[in-house]
């Protein structure tokens, strides 16, 4: 361990110190953004990176365990990611692959598809159901695993179970106008019977949304930070904690 990781460190414990767990989100959603850039600065290549991101994971969630999250989101591969040519997607569905498969090994976590299943390749789809179906009595945090996901997707997706759910039943479209609401759409989402996000981390500086949980997010707190996601350390999920618990949520009040 060199200087700087030593003083991080302790920094870190500082932190961690003087937070009130009660203050803490009990939802968190993270945007893993930038695995290719950093690869880049490293010198690299972008297989690296989303290795290195994955791998990166496993730190997060025990982070999230220490500090009393109940549900983590993770973004990690949106639907426009499913447009890149054959030779950067196949990797990269291989390496989700293989961090889906770490999870549900762990043993701690409780694994959750959130996204479109129809658009994934079949192996993939298949790792999914089968890390869902061997963590289902897991008693840890809840762990999304958003892949093939995009917000305005899950909402076109909500609204379209929500109207077959009711033709089934046969109620007229003139009915349904009568009576729906938020709350009809929002039992139609991917994360129904969740807590919304209390805060949403995007790593690399970023400062957007790019479609992430549009609809479950209204309410949510931001947090940006500079670093790339391989490189975000426990000091900086401290400080998102820490500024998300210096702020006052009026939800509009």
């Known amino acids: ?91 990269l569905l291989g390496i989700i692959e293989n961090a889906v498969r770490a999870l549900a090994a762990d043993g701690r976590w409780r694994v959750n598809h959130v996204g479109t299943m129809d658009l994934l390749p079949a192996r993939t789809q298949s790792v999914l159901k089968e890390a869902e179906q061997a963590t289902r009595a897991n008693t840890g945090i809840l762990v999304n695993v958003a892949v093939g996901y995009g917000g305005r997707q899950e909402i076109a997706d909500a609204v379209r179970s929500l109207l077959l759910e009711h033709a089934e039943r046969g109620t007229s479209f003139e009915e349904l106008a009568e009576i729906v609401d938020v709350e009809h759409i929002s039992e139609h989402l991917y994360t129904r019977g969740q807590p919304d996000p209390d805060l949403v981390i995007r790593t690399s500086g970023e400062q957007r949304l790019s479609g992430f949980m549009l609809w479950q997010s209204a309410h949510s707190e931001y947090y940006f930070c500079e670093v790339h996601w391989p490189a975000f350390r426990k000091v900086d999920f401290l400080r998102a904690l820490r500024d998300y618990a210096a702020r006052h949520r009026r939800y509009g009040t």
Request: proline share 4%.
């Open 1 to 91: 361990m060199n200087l700087r990781d030593l003083v991080y460190g302790l920094y870190a414990r500082r932190v961690e110190g003087r937070l009130d767990h009660a203050q803490v989100p009990k939802h968190i959603g993270v945007i893993l953004d930038g695995n290719r850039r950093w690869a880049k600065a490293s010198g690299g290549t972008p297989e690296q990176g989303h290795k290195a991101g994955a791998d990166k994971i496993q730190e997060l969630l025990g982070w999230c365990a220490e500090t009393d999250v109940e549900v983590v989101t993770l973004w990690m591969l949106s639907t426009d990611n499913l447009n890149r040519p054959e030779e950067q997607l196949v990797p």
